[in-house]
């Protein structure tokens, strides 16, 4: 059998990375007895929650397994939590939810963490549900009748926000190289066994799914072990953690925190809002809120320029705030050179600042300095590369530690553009991002799908992927945008039917004025242009464009 040959590839890689980390000959066994599980099914008549309950005796690595609701759906599952003792220094914590034998659709799906991992996704109140589910709408449902498996990749976050938290990185290689690429690998390697032991078969297809820094694991995932998966679904991925710390410091952040008037206020963001989409919302044909001709869009603001030394008004905008919106949009270009020869990192796109930028780049205060980007860089700075809990991403110039940003990007980034060992395995990648993300850049994503295209040359590029773009989303999904799109089905009809992803509709969300108006869903660098008639609510009177 096909799939029993790549198992035994795969396996084989497995069984090296676990017998290393783990000093423990259970797994190993337990690999090796999926050969013979077929014939043993027959003779096993425990019930399901028995089997359930004999996978905590199976090895060391299985804390405990009991039987639970199902993340999604009204099955119940057999859900595994457990714990891989890589090194002294990192403990990767796993937990793989195991549907009922009739509920499950023999595959699995792999959950990426967001931030810079810490905990386990599946298992974290405040994540439950999985934040980038909104993306997938209906399509969530069918996770639950998959496998579904997520790691904390061998750290444990510690703080208020544990997924912020980057001080465990400090002289810590294996959990660098965990968190890096490696514990998703080694997971999917226990989630597989698991499903042996429960199911007496492995999952025929594997998937991994993920938003942020989880869409960076589905493509770190393909770049290092291209077997692993048959499909990946990388939401608005945050492929250059250390581009943007490098860059984002120096020539923006600086910026924004050195002086009040420089900082945006929630109203201030608001005004801003308000007139560049006035500006730019009928640049795609349609005066709908939705500015969805990013790229065509260059309102820079200075009409509103403050008059007269007014300074403090709701209405107008200091030189600083102006020169703040400027560096947002701007791309960097940091001296810093990184992994796979990249500099720089790309500017943001527009629309949607409302639902972003107060989060991602200003804070609640301009004193407290708490955004999202700053906290991300300013961790990075401190613990990947300076080891200097009093640097600063204030103070700190990249340039004098470019060996540093170097070593750590080769082992986060995701900009290897040599995807065609997963071309080769039949794989297949939908990328999407939200173009009003002021987290992680889209245009730095483009890039990249750029570089895969000039390696792998256009016709192979398009048998292996899609890089789909939604107008007026944010980071978190929030925005006036259609950005409920069946994602999970289209990857599946790809891997399981051949049926490449023709022509997605995109749904606007609930919080949107428009509820239930839908949208053609557009590969970059095409966004939705009305068509001058028809229902302004139905993707039908819409066309992809540049
Ligand atoms: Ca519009």
């Given at each position: 059998?096909?799939?029993n040959?790549r198992?035994r590839?795969?396996?084989?890689?497995w069984t090296?990375f676990v017998s290393?980390f783990i000093?423990?000959m259970s797994?190993?066994?337990?690999?090796?007895?999926?050969?013979?599980a077929g014939?043993a099914e027959?003779?096993?008549?425990?019930?399901f929650s028995?089997?359930?309950?004999?996978?905590?005796?199976n090895n060391?690595i299985?804390?405990?397994?009991?039987i639970?609701?199902a993340?999604?759906?009204?099955?119940?599952?057999?859900?595994v939590r457990g714990?891989?003792?890589?090194?002294?220094?990192?403990t990767?914590?796993?937990r793989?939810?195991?549907?009922?034998p009739?509920?499950?659709?023999?595959?699995?799906?792999?959950?990426?963490?967001?931030?810079f991992?810490g905990?386990?996704p599946?298992?974290a109140?405040?994540?439950?549900g999985?934040?980038f589910?909104k993306v997938l709408g209906?399509?969530?449902?069918?996770?639950?009748?998959?496998?579904i498996?997520?790691?904390?990749?061998?750290?444990q976050?510690?703080?208020?926000?544990?997924i912020e938290d980057?001080s465990?990185?400090s002289q810590?290689?294996?959990?660098l190289a965990n968190?890096?690429?490696q514990?998703n690998?080694?997971?999917?390697g226990?989630?597989?066994?698991?499903?042996v032991?429960?199911?007496s078969?492995?999952?025929e297809?594997?998937?991994?799914?993920?938003?942020?820094?989880g869409?960076r694991a589905?493509?770190v995932a393909?770049?290092?072990y291209?077997?692993?998966?048959?499909?990946?679904i990388?939401?608005?991925?945050?492929?250059?953690q250390?581009?943007?710390a490098?860059?984002l410091?120096t020539?923006m952040l600086q910026h924004?925190?050195?002086?009040?008037?420089?900082w945006?206020?929630?109203?201030h963001?608001?005004?801003y809002?308000k007139h560049?989409?006035?500006a730019?919302?009928?640049?795609?044909?349609?005066?709908?809120?939705?500015?969805?001709?990013?790229?065509g869009?260059?309102?820079?603001?200075?009409?509103?320029l403050c008059?007269?030394g007014?300074?403090?008004?709701?209405?107008?905008?200091?030189?600083?705030?102006?020169e703040s919106?400027?560096?947002i949009?701007?791309d960097k270009?940091?001296?810093?050179?990184?992994a796979?020869?990249?500099?720089?990192?790309?500017?943001?796109g527009?629309?949607?600042?409302?639902?972003?930028?107060?989060?991602y780049?200003?804070?609640?205060?301009?004193?407290a300095?708490?955004?999202?980007?700053?906290a991300l860089?300013?961790?990075?700075?401190?613990?990947?590369?300076t080891n200097?809990?009093n640097?600063?991403v204030?103070?700190h110039?990249?340039?004098?530690w470019?060996k540093?940003y170097r070593?750590?990007s080769?082992q986060?980034?995701?900009?290897?553009p040599?995807?065609?060992?997963?071309?080769q395995h039949g794989?297949?990648l939908?990328v999407?991002?939200g173009?009003?993300d002021?987290?992680?850049?889209?245009?730095?994503?483009?890039r990249?799908?750029?570089s895969?295209?000039?390696?792998?040359?256009?016709?192979?590029t398009k048998?292996l992927?899609?890089?789909?773009?939604?107008?007026a989303?944010?980071?978190?999904?929030a925005?006036?945008?259609a950005?409920t799109?069946p994602l999970l089905s289209?990857?599946e009809?790809?891997?399981?039917?051949d049926?490449?992803?023709?022509?997605?509709?995109?749904t606007l969300?609930k919080e949107?004025?428009?509820s239930?108006?839908?949208?053609?869903l557009?590969?970059?660098?095409?966004?939705?242009?009305?068509?001058?008639?028809?229902?302004?609510?139905?993707?039908s009177s819409?066309?992809?464009s540049r």
């Open positions: 059998m096909n799939i040959f198992m590839s795969l396996l084989g890689a090296r290393v000093g423990s797994i190993l066994t337990s690999f090796v007895s999926f050969e013979l014939a027959a003779l096993d008549s425990r019930s028995e089997r359930c309950a004999a996978l905590v005796n060391t299985v804390a405990s397994a009991t639970e609701a993340l999604f759906g009204s099955h119940n599952s057999c859900v714990k891989i003792i890589s090194s002294p220094a990192s990767i914590n796993f793989v939810d195991l549907p009922e009739n509920s499950w659709n023999g595959k699995l799906l792999m959950i990426g963490g967001a931030g991992d905990i386990v599946t298992d109140p405040n994540h439950r999985f934040w589910t209906s399509d969530a449902e069918r996770m639950a009748h998959y496998i498996g997520s790691s904390d990749s061998g750290h976050g510690r703080g208020q926000n544990p980057f465990w990185v810590n290689p294996t959990a968190h890096g690429y514990a690998h080694i997971v999917l226990v989630a597989i066994d698991l499903s032991q429960l199911y078969k492995p999952p297809r594997r998937y991994i799914v993920g938003g942020s820094n869409g589905g493509l393909i770049q290092h291209p077997q692993d998966y048959n499909g990946v990388a939401l608005e991925p945050a492929i250059s250390e581009g943007f490098a860059n410091g020539q924004i925190f050195a002086s009040p008037e420089n945006l206020d929630r109203k963001i608001e005004l809002e560049e989409l006035n730019c919302d009928g640049l795609d044909g349609l005066k709908d809120g939705i500015l969805a001709n990013v790229r869009c260059d309102y820079d603001g200075t009409d509103l008059k007269n007014v300074r403090d008004s709701d209405d107008c905008l200091t030189s600083g705030q102006l919106i400027k560096r949009h701007a270009n940091v001296n810093v050179t990184l796979d020869g990249w500099v720089g990192y790309a500017g943001f527009r629309g949607g600042e409302s639902s972003d930028w107060a989060t780049l200003f804070g609640r205060s301009f004193a300095r708490a955004a999202s980007d700053y860089a300013d961790n990075i700075v401190k613990w990947g590369i200097d809990p640097a600063n204030m103070t110039d990249p340039t004098q470019a540093q070593a750590l080769d986060i980034d995701a900009t290897d040599n995807l065609l060992p997963f071309y794989g297949k939908i999407w991002y173009t009003s002021a987290c992680v850049s889209y245009m730095q994503t483009a990249y799908i750029e895969v295209t000039g390696k792998l040359g256009d016709e192979r048998a992927l899609r890089f789909y773009i939604s107008p989303t944010g980071h978190a999904m925005g006036a945008g950005s799109i289209a990857l009809n790809w891997v399981e039917k049926q490449a992803p023709a022509s997605l509709t995109a969300t949107s004025a428009n239930g108006s839908t949208r053609p557009c590969e970059y660098p095409l966004f939705p242009r009305y068509k001058g008639n028809g229902d302004p609510h139905s993707a819409f066309d992809c």
